[in-house]
């Protein structure tokens, strides 16, 4: 059985509230294939408009095959960072803990901008001497930097730490465990 803290890990629903989803827009950056339990839960929300976007086309690809039950739904392979417009609600699973510091400080400056009503994160709080790279087909999927609480915390976001979340195999074999993070805003 899920403990209450893995299951509220899981639930998309905690973290994003309660919207109105059939009249909004929303724009989930990194969205990958939708196979995370997490992300997987974006196909049951009933938005007016989804844009999933991500930089690595096969996962764009296997994403076009899930169904969706928003209204109008575009697919945009491309780079996370460089979105244009104005959304309602912005998504983004996993994605921040891929960049730099500096990288990531500029797109939740960006994200910040673009967003209207709501923006959530979901990243990775991995200890600092572990970093995930060169571990997949998909060079996207290295991780650049460590996010802790209080950095967001300090951006002005609500945010919800959850521990032993995950577990990987460390290149000597053995293993680590640890937790994830959810950094939402509201405007």
């Known amino acids: 059985p899920i403990n209450v803290n893995m299951r509220n890990h899981f639930d998309l629903g905690l973290h994003i509230g309660d919207l109105d989803h059939k009249k909004l827009t929303c724009l989930d950056l990194g969205c990958g294939p939708y196979g995370s339990v997490v992300a997987a839960q974006m196909c049951d929300y009933p938005w007016k408009e989804l844009t999933s976007v991500d930089g690595h086309k096969e996962s764009i690809a296997e994403a076009k095959e899930k169904k969706f039950k ?5 697919f945009i392979v491309g780079d996370v960072r460089k979105f244009t417009g104005k959304f309602d609600v912005i998504v983004s699973f996993d994605v921040l803990e891929h960049m730099t510091k500096e990288d990531g400080h500029k797109w939740i400056k960006r994200l910040e901008e673009r967003a209207k009503k709501k923006l959530v994160l979901l990243f990775p709080v991995e200890p600092a001497d572990f970093h995930r790279k060169n571990t997949w087909d998909n060079p ?13 915390k300090q951006l002005g976001f609500e945010t919800t730490e959850y521990f032993g979340t995950h577990m990987e195999e460390k290149p000597d074999g053995s293993t680590v465990s640890f937790g994830c993070l959810w950094a939402t805003k509201s405007f």
């Not at 928003?70 to 575009?74: C, E």
């Not at 996207?140 to 967001?152: A, N, R």
């Open 70 to 74: 928003a209204k109008k739904h575009k």
């Open 140 to 152: 996207l999927q290295d991780h650049l930097s460590h996010w802790k609480i209080h950095e967001l």
